[in-house]
């Protein structure tokens, strides 16, 4: 089986930053896509930022110079470094991979997400 984790949502101030972490562990033979999604109340889920296995970024207009995605492949893990967050930021933030498990077939997993609350 293969897992996700997130860790790093919290309460901050407009102006702070946080860090995300994301770890993805269980039966993994590769981790292609990783990727940082968010859904606020009463919206559709969005993508805010996702990076290849080769370091290559993308990122939501609305995110970009603020946040910040990288990943660590040794430890199959994905961070997301948010600076400057605004009160419209607030959501729950899901890590998703795109992982080879013991299918040898890439499949779509999620993590069960953190919350990030960004107070004005």
């Known amino acids: 089986q293969v897992q996700l984790v997130e860790s790093g949502g919290d309460l901050v101030p407009a102006g702070g930053s946080l860090r995300l972490s994301c770890a993805a562990s269980?039966?993994?033979?590769?981790?292609?896509?990783m990727g940082w999604y968010r859904q606020a109340p009463g919206k559709q889920r969005e993508l805010v930022a996702d990076?290849?296995?080769?370091?290559?970024?993308n990122y939501a207009d609305s995110v970009k110079g603020r946040f910040t995605i990288s990943r660590e492949n040794a430890k199959n893990t994905v961070f997301l470094q948010m600076n400057t967050l605004k009160p419209e930021d607030t959501a729950v933030y899901y890590c998703?991979?795109?992982?080879?498990?013991?299918?040898?077939?890439?499949?779509?997993?999620w993590g069960q997400g953190t919350q990030v609350t960004v107070s004005s």
């Open positions: 269980g039966s993994i033979f590769s981790i292609r896509t």
């Open positions: 990076i290849t296995n080769s370091g290559r970024s």
């Open positions: 998703n991979a795109q992982i080879v498990g013991t299918s040898f077939r890439p499949a779509d997993y």
